[in-house]
């Protein structure tokens, strides 16, 4: 258990602090944070959907689920076992709905900054002033 917390934290502070380069460099480059393109308002959306990510599977590293063996005799669970286990199942839930949201939205970043940058490199290519068509 520590160590999926020492791991998931450190993961995190990496994934923050390349984020943070990210937006600094952006900053610095666009001259404004009201400059901010579509892409990296999404992917701060996605840094918050990937914390959300990682506090919960903290949680359910600490919560028990409904997964229980096949001949796991039921009338062994107490009130408050079930209700540990209820809650453990639920954030299960968003764990997983959190792991999508987040890879897609990463996608979704990704997709957004490959079109900026082909779109661009397709019009210097082919209408740059005095560049022959042929």
């Known amino acids: 258990m520590l160590a999926l917390v020492v791991e998931s934290w450190i993961w995190y502070a990496i994934a923050i602090g390349i984020t943070a ?24 959306f996605a840094v918050a959907t990937y914390t959300v990510l990682l506090v919960t599977i903290n949680i359910v590293a600490d919560a028990s689920s409904n997964l229980l063996p096949p001949d796991y005799d039921m009338n062994l669970l107490t009130p408050e076992e079930i209700a540990r286990r209820q809650y453990g199942s639920k954030m299960v839930l968003v764990v997983e709905q959190m792991q999508c949201a987040t890879i897609w939205i990463l996608k979704a970043t990704l997709l957004i900054m490959y079109h900026r940058l082909t779109y661009v490199f397709f019009f210097a290519i082919f209408f740059t002033p005095g560049t022959p068509l042929l």
């Open 21 to 44: 380069c990210r937006f600094t460099s952006r900053v610095l480059l666009l001259k404004s944070p009201r400059h901010l393109q579509a892409d990296d308002w999404i992917m701060l």
